[in-house]
């Protein structure tokens, strides 16, 4: 990042179920915003979650003051939390990373160092995936679809680790509720002419918890979504 005043940064995290991992990020967000600007709050939604996930976050609630906490009657899905998470963000600059640990939000440096003034959009590239051998196959097929069938400017849009101004967001409207809103934010982003960048970063196995994606009901939910998508921005919007 350029010298001069830091800018204001919003740091979210979706939530579902993710009582066990949710407070090790939050704690490591902290610590490593505080470091840059005390400009910054740390939002967690959590999509209806039915663990102990509601009663960890107002637990921490306590204990960090720039925590603010969005909580959904109902779940909404990853595109739905997503959106939340973005509508409420105030801001200059917006992180997000999920919240089932995967990520390590300590590289967040990494991806702050080369906000220049000339980039919008920051995206993680995975070194390595740590994930059973079906959920690699996968999702580098989902990540090889979705790049060439929308033309996408970024490698990895599966991964969900992402530096953004939110001047960017600001400007485009998000619409899908499944997993499928990365590539309707990244494709829309670009129409607005946002500027990228692409950076390694690490991808860890899961600790605690399972995925809320591999499911065969998610899966056909988010291809439907990303079929409707592609009309959208590819035919009748293009």
């Known amino acids: ?13 979706p939530c579902y179920n993710d009582s066990e991992t949710i407070g090790k990020l939050i704690k490591d967000a902290n610590q490593i915003v505080s470091r840059t600007t005390d400009q910054f709050e740390i939002i967690v939604v959590d999509d209806a979650s039915t663990d102990q996930s509601r009663q960890v976050l107002e637990k921490l609630s306590k204990k960090y003051k720039k925590l603010k906490l969005i909580f959904h009657k109902k779940n909404l899905g990853y595109g739905g939390a997503l959106k939340s998470g973005f ?7 917006i992180f997000y990373t999920d919240g089932d640990g995967q990520y390590d939000v300590k590289e967040f440096p990494v991806l702050y160092s080369l906000m220049t003034p000339d980039v919008d959009f920051i995206n993680g590239i995975k070194m390595s995936r740590h994930d059973p051998t079906y959920r690699i196959f996968i999702g580098n097929l989902y990540s090889f679809l979705a790049r060439w069938l929308f033309f996408l400017p970024i490698y990895d849009v599966d991964c969900d680790f992402r530096l953004i101004r939110a001047s960017i967001i600001k400007k485009i409207r998000l619409e899908n509720d499944s997993g499928s809103i990365c590539v309707e934010l990244v494709k829309k982003a670009e129409r607005k002419k946002a500027k990228f960048r692409q950076v390694s970063i690490h991808h860890f ?20 979504e990303l079929g409707n998508l592609w009309v ?3 035919i009748i919007r293009k």
């Open 1 to 13: 990042m350029t010298t001069g005043k830091a800018p204001s940064i919003s740091i979210f995290f």
């Open 87 to 93: 509508r409420v963000s105030s801001k200059e600059l």
């Open 205 to 224: 196995e899961r600790e605690h918890g399972q995925s809320q994606f591999f499911r065969a009901d998610r899966i056909i939910n988010t291809l439907w």
């Open 232 to 234: 959208k921005l590819m």
